[in-house]
């Protein structure tokens, strides 16, 4: 069973930044950071293979958001900067066993989900 916990969120002026954790137990071998507006679907915004297989991110961040990991923490973090309005959301860190590379920002891939953490950016 593989179960995440994220933190990290909260309320920032535009150009800002906050980083965001996602406190991982099990095993996992991809994982991704999502974030869902007000009325819209669900957006992949970066993710990364934790055996070192490399990192995605979605063109809307692609720049200002950076995901990275601390295996000695069985953390993966979001760093975000350049904060923009349109970056409100809430987001989720989501993690699977097993990834197709060329769906890896697709949140069909993911079966585990956080209970995700609001970011809000005001201009």
């Known amino acids: 069973q593989v179960q995440l916990v994220e933190s990290g969120g909260g309320s920032v002026q535009a150009g800002g930044s906050l980083k965001l954790s996602c406190a991982v137990s099990g095993y996992t071998v991809c994982m991704a950071w999502f974030r869902q507006a007000p009325e819209k679907g669900r957006e992949g915004v970066a993710a990364i293979y934790t055996d070192g297989g490399g990192t995605y991110y979605a063109g809307s961040v692609k720049g200002r958001f950076t995901i990275s990991q601390d295996n000695a923490k069985n953390t993966v973090y979001l760093q975000m900067n350049s904060l923009k309005p349109e970056d409100t959301a809430m987001y989720y860190c989501?993690?699977?066993?097993?990834?197709?590379?060329?769906?890896?920002?697709?949140?069909?891939?993911?079966?585990?989900w956080g209970q995700g953490t609001q970011v809000t950016v005001s201009s």
């Open positions: 989501a993690a699977d066993r097993s990834c197709r590379s060329d769906r890896v920002l697709s949140d069909s891939e993911y079966k585990y």
